[in-house]
């Protein structure tokens, strides 16, 4: 990513009203690269994307395509594609017209713009349905029309609106790693919006977190999940579980002192060395969040050092394929913990989470 | 069925058969002297059918045919002109937000709430004075102005419809906003237009009131010879008439039965 960004975004905010719907927003992506926008819904994910196709008018800031300012650039003349979440494709145009109506407005000829459309129509698995209108197509097939459409123009950007989200849960896993690939051999900078982690950890080369309108982390998917730098984005990328820790800092490690369900205890302080994760406080309490699938109960008299050890009952269980998930009360907090053997409800069981799974933050946000 | 079941049947029985006197009563006796050679006063029936007044009226130069074509031409110019204006007004209208939206609609109808006859009486005095008392023009103007609440409602309902997605998909496949009006929104709402267009060419079809107070004695229309007609005591031209502006009327039902998609209905008025 060493060259000029191609798509900047420099300090937008963009309000409805009296509402701020994005605030300071930045973001630079070099040309080629796959950017998603990961969020609840309401963070304002969607407005950014609407924002760079030019639909919402930005109050502040600038956004750049190829260093031109697009402030003031209609839609139609910013270049860039977008694939909405509803397809939006025209229902009173064939399959064919739809992907060739982009290439029409640009002047390309009849016959030019028939030999694209059907290779575009074989790159998406999508032959001989160009004559068909988009209320005889499945979702899938709607899904990829939209997509052969926004492709159709050479966009140099292209915006993907959460695209996915109508479709059936398996084809879902499939076109992923087909847009994807479809992205990198077209080499197209792509911006996509999503609230499913896993959909933006597969596709994306960088994920940016959005929450009330801010970005709160950007990263390559894997500094995200293993590094995230608050309790919004560790509890976001799955590390549900959390508990409240009283801990004191003392050099390379971290004394956890003495709860309801825990012993006092000692845990490697050092992230790049095996150590627990996150900011913890020098001293204080701190919000500790873990993922379920690493913790485990520990066997009878089984000791696991360098890992957090707690007390607590099994309340509930459920299988998983592999291994179970069990709902266990740990001073009154209800943790989810996998475990491949078989607990009882009323079980009175240890659980443990190894230092390095678990992400300490101080609390309040003071570092 | 036991006799009390019967019984409890007949006042319903006996309210149905009336309300359907009522309705199709008078249709009925019109239907009838539509074919009536001969027919006067003690008798029930007529005492002669026959075709004669329908070739008086099918008579080529005949006048009944004369007030046909200048009715069906009044009707064509106010729908050119009715659609000319509702099309730009009803799309600025489905792109309003709502309050404001539902505030200019009612004040289209605000001229609907007076009472014609004296909206009428001086429409034709303003025209009156500019020379277009007894023209064409005159009576298309006036049926415009009755017409425009129709069509700018129904036109509203119809670009209401479609979804602003398809129109910003447009835009963003790089066509302008009038290249996406032309290309999306308008086809996408042409069943709503149509609709609309016919109901403004029925209503011009069959306006009486305007008509008379403008258009009389220079321009004949269909109504206005029916009146005529009814009131020299001519029943069965009348008759006749009445029969052919039902014919366009039924067939409009036919279009919007088949033609009209429910979710454009639902919103005429919002």
Request: a positive charge.
């Amino acid at each position: 990513m060493g060259e000029a960004p191609f798509l900047e975004i420099e300090r937008v905010e963009v309000a409805y009203g009296a509402t701020r719907v994005l605030d300071d927003i930045s973001l630079q992506l070099a040309e080629g690269e796959f950017l998603a926008l990961l969020g609840a819904s309401g963070c304002g994910k969607t407005t950014l994307l609407r924002a760079i196709a030019g639909f919402v008018p930005v109050r502040r800031g600038r956004i750049l395509v190829a260093g031109r300012d697009l402030a003031g650039v209609p839609p139609e003349r910013r270049g860039v594609a977008m694939v909405f979440q509803s397809y939006a494709l025209w229902p009173h145009m064939t399959v064919a017209q739809n992907i060739a109506y982009g290439l029409k407005l640009r002047g390309v000829g009849r016959e030019e713009r028939r030999r694209r459309v059907e290779r575009l129509l074989a790159m998406l698995g999508l032959e001989g349905l160009g004559g068909r209108r988009p209320g005889e197509l499945s979702g899938g097939q709607r899904q990829r029309v939209a997509l052969g459409r926004a492709l159709a123009v050479d966009p140099r950007v292209l915006l993907l609106d959460e695209p996915l989200s109508n479709l059936d849960a398996r084809i879902r896993q499939t076109v992923r790693h087909e847009i994807k690939e479809l992205q990198q051999r077209l080499g197209i900078t792509a911006v996509h919006v999503t609230h499913d982690r896993e959909e933006a950890m597969v596709m994306a080369d960088r994920i940016a977190i959005l929450d009330a309108g801010r970005i709160v982390q950007l990263g390559t998917p894997r500094e995200i999940y293993e590094q995230p730098n608050s309790p919004f984005v560790a509890a976001f990328m799955g590390a549900e579980n959390e508990l409240r820790l009283r801990v004191r800092g003392e050099g390379a490690r971290l004394w956890v002192e003495p709860g309801p369900s825990w012993e006092a205890q000692l845990l490697p302080a050092d992230s790049r060395d095996g150590g627990v994760r996150g900011r913890p406080p020098a001293v204080g309490t701190a919000r500790a969040l873990f993922r379920s699938e690493t913790a485990r109960v520990l066997a009878d008299g089984e000791e696991l050092p360098g890992a957090l050890v707690m007390r607590g009952e099994v309340r509930q269980a459920a299988y998983l394929g592999g291994r179970w998930r069990y709902g266990v009360d740990v001073a009154g907090a209800r943790l989810l913990i996998d475990d491949p053997r078989r607990f009882e409800a009323g079980d009175r069981v240890r659980v443990a989470v190894p230092a390095p799974a678990l992400f300490l933050f101080a609390e309040d946000g003071a570092a | 069925m036991s006799a009390r079941a019967a019984l409890a049947w007949l006042p319903r029985a006996l309210l149905l058969g009336l309300l359907a006197f009522f309705i199709f009563g008078p249709l009925f006796n019109m239907l009838l002297w539509a074919f009536a050679e001969r027919w006067y006063f003690p008798h029930r029936l007529p005492l002669e059918f026959g075709f004669d007044f329908w070739a008086r009226v099918f008579a080529p130069r005949s006048q009944a045919l004369q007030s046909l074509a200048t009715s069906v031409w009044i009707a064509s110019l106010t729908v050119l002109l009715c659609t000319a204006l509702a099309l730009p007004a009803g799309y600025a209208l489905a792109r309003l937000s709502l309050p404001l939206r539902s505030l200019i609609m009612l004040l289209f109808l605000l001229p609907q709430a007076f009472p014609n006859l004296p909206v009428y009486i001086n429409i034709a005095r303003m025209f009156y004075t500019v020379g277009l008392n007894g023209t064409v023009l005159g009576v298309v103007l006036v049926h415009t102005v009755h017409g425009l609440v129709y069509a700018v409602w129904i036109t509203t309902a119809a670009f209401a419809a479609v979804d602003r997605e398809l129109e910003e998909a447009a835009r963003n496949m790089g066509a302008s906003r009038l290249r996406t009006f032309w290309t999306v929104s308008l086809p996408l709402a042409a069943p709503g237009i149509l609709a609309s267009a016919i109901f403004v060419f029925l209503e011009s079809l069959d306006e009486f009131t305007g008509t008379y107070f403008v258009g009389v004695p220079d321009v004949t229309t269909l109504p206005l010879l029916m009146f005529t007609a009814s009131m020299g005591g001519n029943y069965q031209i009348a008759s006749i008439t009445a029969l052919i502006l039902l014919v366009p009327s039924l067939l409009f039902m036919l279009v919007i039965e088949r033609f009209l998609r429910a979710d454009v209905l639902a919103k005429v008025g919002t």
